[in-house]
């Protein structure tokens, strides 16, 4: 029985990285990729065709007390999404308009699965990127590349915000701050503990330098 187990460990790990690999070789096999594309195909971004349903629970903790706790169903095929959030459940699918009682559940979407997969709305939106320059980061103080994406001022949830994104030679994120639109609020995370899976590369956690504020993810499935 052990054997089993720490064959299927083994082969779990050559998977993970097997997808790393393949990710890393479109990377570099395509030069003409601007940065943005680069970080978006380094996490997996031409696997997500092959997805039929993704679920996790977007969790959020303050000073050790849970503050949020959703568990999403999302059938990319069809945008069918359902959310349950403290013993309740309810679906809707993603069209142009929304009936008013769906915008609920629509901006909480938008908002969790936007930190689930950030990397690829940098392909996905309409957001402007600035040239990558080298910067500190914020949180560990190691210089990295870095870039801004800005959103336009009009349109959708939180019009006007920016992130300053600090990745690495791989590029993988590794912090990030997001600044809200008009010069207000600001907030910097880490973005770690990376998992593969079905070769969606997906950053579980996401700290405050002092730790007092964690985002993260948990009950991850990710089907083909």
């Known amino acids: 029985m052990k054997k089993l187990i720490i064959l299927s460990i083994i082969g779990c790990f050559l998977i993970s990285c097997n997808n790393r690999k393949k990710e890393k070789e479109v990377v570099t096999e395509n030069p003409n990729l601007e940065v943005h594309e680069k970080i978006a195909m380094a996490n997996g971004f031409k696997e ?3 997805i039929s349903q993704i679920k996790f629970t977007f969790n959020v903790k303050v000073n050790d007390t849970l503050r ?3 568990r999403w169903v999302w059938n990319v095929k069809s945008d069918k999404i359902s959310l349950t959030e403290k013993d309740s459940t309810m679906s809707y699918t993603k069209k142009d308009s929304l009936e008013e009682d769906k915008e609920y559940i629509d901006q909480r979407f938008v908002n969790d699965s936007y930190w689930l997969l950030f990397p690829y709305q940098l392909k996905w939106s309409d957001a402007e990127i600035s040239e990558t320059k080298k910067s500190k980061a914020p949180i560990s103080g190691d210089e990295m590349q870095m870039l801004t994406v800005s ?3 009009e349109g959708g949830y939180t019009p006007g915000d920016s992130y ?7 590029y993988m994120i590794q912090e990030w701050v997001y600044k809200a639109s008009g010069g207000g609020r600001e907030m910097a995370t880490t973005w770690e503990d ?5 070769g969606v590369m997906i950053s579980k956690m996401h700290k405050s330098k002092d730790g007092s504020f ?5 009950d991850i499935s990710v089907e083909e």
């Open 214 to 218: 964690e985002l993260f993810f948990s």
């Open 151 to 153: 959103y336009p001022s």
């Open 194 to 198: 990376y998992e593969d899976f079905n």
């Open 48 to 50: 997500f065709d092959s």
């Open 68 to 70: 949020s706790e959703r």
């Open 164 to 170: 300053d994104i600090y990745f690495d030679e791989d």
